[in-house]
């Protein structure tokens, strides 16, 4: 046959549709994407945790009322609320990689990714909520 005509043979082993092929997207379409939030997200929260990590160090075995004055900082409180939120994304995120490798058939997989996801975000909300409320009461 000739190379401008693939053969049936050829084009029914491909997993790409001819619109895909031209575009460059894989059968999954976001893989990309979700690949690189993963990369971003991570690199975002090592500074976040560094921070955290060692402002709980200089506080360690201080009263409530001087932590509750800590997260009283408009500053703190902001990263602290930006921690949450990639944190829960990504764990999310991650999560949602090891149930498509390893969970089947494909109903419980997306019930699992379905109570993965609204766990995170009410984690997430409830963490925002505490930090929020925390924050209003020291300020």
């Known amino acids: ?24 997207n894989g059968s999954a379409k976001s893989g990309t994407h979700h690949w690189w939030m993963q990369r971003v997200t991570s690199i975002a929260l090592l500074p976040l945790m560094l921070w955290f990590i060692f402002s709980l160090a200089i506080r360690a075995g201080a009263p409530y009322e001087e932590f509750a004055h800590w997260v009283g900082h408009p500053f703190n409180a902001v990263l602290l609320l930006l921690l949450t939120g990639i944190g829960f994304y990504h764990t999310a995120g991650g999560l949602q990689v090891v149930i498509e490798d390893y969970i089947r058939p494909e109903r419980r997989a997306m019930v699992a990714g379905l109570l993965i996801r609204g766990a995170c975000w009410l984690l997430g909300l409830l963490s925002a909520l505490s930090i929020l409320r925390l924050a209003v009461a020291a300020a």
């Open 1 to 24: 046959m000739s190379e401008n005509f693939p053969s049936t043979t050829d084009h029914q082993t491909r997993l790409q549709t001819p619109l895909g092929r031209v575009r460059q």
